[in-house]
């Protein structure tokens, strides 16, 4: 019996030493443990994926907030807590955010602060063909090609866009919304700009890529659709967007568009200088617009088109080195930006031209941006010299400058509102006005204009002259 006693003293004893041990640690932990054992702390970024967002949450979901703590590639990172789900952790030298779904966003977000490259939605490279008209046939009046120069409008060197009509048009019934009728994608694409033209509503200019490399272009577009509407709202005015479409889809409304087509992997050789073009860089690109059609629809277009001449399309680059024809822009004003591109004064003032009719182009024109104060373009009394024949060797040349009318191959005159074909040109035998002109390098020409005068009255240049290069 005194055995057994003795053994149970003995584990008590044991047990109590066990107690005290315990009780040692505790203390211990009460006055440092809680370097021992410290708390699990939840990243904000976590916590926003693992808690519901609420609406009136302003907190980025996505982007986690700016850390205080050592960078990442500090030889002793601090380890991070795992996000949930549990997942294996990133490398070091990487930092991920949660892995939430970002809402839907629309292809074309308004406040983006990096607007995305104007071809960055595209596909592909290379032509491809139209099935569809930019208008319905049947509504379509007559067309106009490429190369025509209304100086009236501001085109002084010969327009890369050609001209959809309706029957009767008429230029002071475009903004007349019962006159609208439907404009249609050729075919399938995306549309990668929107801009509103001189910053008026209703006026907008549209790009469609149909692969990266090649595109169409509208112009004068009076109403988008509700679906390019209902994309990017109202901000309209220099846009890049991401809207597909398809071949024959209604783009928008208009009483007429303006319709070009551009193939980035041709360029005209009728520019020489193709820098003088970089703030319209499309127009070096500039392509047939009925080429591309398929029948029976491109021979429905060039039934409606008043240019009887080949090509058909029409053309727009002139310039031959060395000799007058072509465009030419006013020293030092940075070619066909002018000197007022995108300010006060109209871009096109600091231009000239000297080339041939966009309809009848057996006629020569002289096509200015400054003619006494105003744009104007003048056929040529006699029709010579021919600028194309130009050059130093032919020294002080006068044009006497004339109004011609369009004829019709019924040889009637074309009223310019309905579809004839046109097939020549009468000048009319009043002397508008003179000009001289020399070309005193292969880049280089002197010219002035002479408002109201004739040959006899103008002897050489005056102070008023200016140099014109390419």
Known sequence: MNQLIRQARDEKGFSQIILLSIIALLVLAGAGGLMLFPEKKTPSYEKTAQQEISPEDTTNPIEPPPSTAEPIQSPKPKPQPELKPKSTPPPPAQVTTPQIAPAPQPSFQPTAP??????????????????????????IGHILPIGLMSAGSGHITPTDHGYYHPPNWRPQEVEDVSKFKDILSPADGVITEIDSIGNRIGDYRMVIHHTCTFYTIYIHLRELSPKILGIIGKNTKGINTNIPVVAGEIIGRANGSDFSVHDEESTLKGFIVPEHYEVESWKIHTVDMFDHFLEPIKGQLLSKNVRQAEPRGGKIDYDVDGRLVGNWFQENTGGYRGGGYGGAEP???????????????????????????????FSVKGNLPDPANISVASGLLKYELVNAEYKTDTGQFWDRISFARVTSAVEDKFVEGVVLVQMFEDRKIKFETFPGRTTSEVNGFTSAAKIYER
């Open 347 to 377: 871009y096109w003032t600091t231009h000239l031209t000297f080339a041939y009719d966009g309809i009848v182009p057996s006629l020569i024109v002289i096509s200015m941006g400054n003619y006494d104060g105003k744009a104007k373009g």
């Open 114 to 139: 990096a607007p995305q490259s104007p071809t960055s939605a595209c596909k592909g490279r290379g032509i491809v063909n139209f099935t569809s008209p930019p208008m319905r046939i049947e509504e």
